[in-house]
């Protein structure tokens, strides 16, 4: 075989979560995000103590990996994780209202070889997505169902956050008939939701993505 299909074949491990496992054990995981660094694609998603790399995105190899410092008081490992590649680095963070958050780097990623690039991310991202621009760093967050989509500049040596975070953008779900929370786009319980960012640069245009109403609705779009 040499291709690859959609969705991937991988193991993916079951919840570590308790009250998700009421009902008997179950695998899941979301939110995955694939970068390219020498050659190969490294893969991360939601909960999976560890990730895979291949050099085919066809065979993968998973290498087990905890993210989250000892004392951590979350179940999650890694919920909706960033990742970039900074010219011969590899960072990676997990979701987090906190300022005492790890954000990881290595330059051997094939095995568990990692370190802190801070042991405190301060910007406190959740689902968060970089973008790698030049010599700039930029992250672009949020998962609510009140607050905006944000972004900010990341400083590439302290890993550290520059100025404020600036809103981007709400759902306007008074216009967009896709952004608006149920099955039947009713939004008679609840507000629409909006997550899932990611910028794109393409051609010198900038491309932000975002995903609403909900992911546990069959009209969840992007």
């Known amino acids: 075989q040499k291709t690859y299909c ?3 074949n991988i193991d993916y491990g079951f919840t570590p979560i308790p009250n998700f496992s009421e009902q008997g054990r179950h ?8 970068v390219l660094y020498k050659d190969k694609y490294f893969l991360f998603s939601t909960n999976q103590w560890g990730y895979w790399w291949s050099t085919d995105m066809l065979h993968w190899k998973f290498i087990p990996r905890k993210f989250l410092k000892p004392n951590a008081n979350v179940y999650d490992e890694l919920c909706a994780p960033a990742v970039a590649v900074l010219h011969d680095t590899m960072i990676v963070i997990g979701s987090t209202y906190t300022q005492a958050f790890p954000l990881w780097m290595s330059t051997n990623p094939t095995v568990d070889d990692w370190k802190y690039a801070t042991d405190s991310f301060k910007v406190g991202a959740w ?9 700039k760093l930029f992250i ?5 169902n009140t607050y905006p989509t944000y972004g900010q500049e990341i400083n590439r040596k302290t890993f550290q956050p ?3 975070r600036v809103p981007l953008l709400h759902l306007n779900d008074t ?3 896709w952004e608006r929370f149920g099955e039947y786009h009713d939004n008679t319980f609840l ?3 909006i997550e899932g960012s990611w910028m794109t640069k393409h051609n010198n245009k900038y491309y932000l993505q975002y995903g609403a109403p909900g992911t ?3 009209g969840y779009g992007d």
């Open 6 to 8: 959609n969705p991937i």
């Open 27 to 34: 695998r899941a995981t979301a939110d995955p995000v694939i």
């Open 127 to 135: 689902d968060p997505g970089f973008l790698a621009d030049g010599d």
């Open 140 to 144: 672009y967050f949020g998962s609510s």
């Open 162 to 164: 520059i100025g404020e």
């Open 175 to 177: 216009i967009h008939g």
């Open 191 to 193: 507000k629409p939701f």
């Open 216 to 218: 546990e609705f069959s």
